[in-house]
Nanobody, 127 residues
């Protein structure tokens, strides 16, 4: 049974930074992808960043390129999302997700490609 537990959310002022963590249990890092999605009230869930679980390939939404970095530590079974230069538009619930689908599929950052989800952690950016 795959379980994903997010942490690191909170409130921050615009221009600030946060690091989200997602600890996975029951997930094999040799294949598939892990990613971060976010959903603001009244908006669709957006694929923010996805990383290939077995290697270093990653992909980002245009809205976060250059500001967010996804990484993984296989020894700790943890995926991180380092967020900097945060803006009010980044306010959302952030979800960690995982899948065993191949990179060619999960790199599209579509939520339909991911099978396992965490409960989410709230990020609130204020001016």
């Amino acid at each position: 049974q795959v379980q994903l537990v997010e942490s690191g959310g909170g409130s921050v002022q615009a221009g600030g930074f946060l690091r989200l963590s997602c600890e996975a249990s029951g997930y094999t890092y040799s294949s598939g992808c892990m990613g971060w999605f976010r959903q603001a009230p009244g908006k669709e869930r957006e694929g923010v960043a996805v990383i290939f679980a077995g290697g270093g390939d990653s992909t980002y939404a245009d809205s976060v390129k250059g500001r967010f970095t996804i990484s993984r530590d296989r020894s700790k079974n943890t995926v991180y999302l380092q967020m900097s230069s945060l803006s009010i538009e980044d306010t959302a619930m952030y979800y960690c997700a995982a899948t065993y689908h191949p990179w060619v599929y999960c790199s599209r950052r579509s939520y339909s490609a991911f099978d396992y989800w965490g409960q989410g952690t709230q990020v609130t950016v204020s001016s």
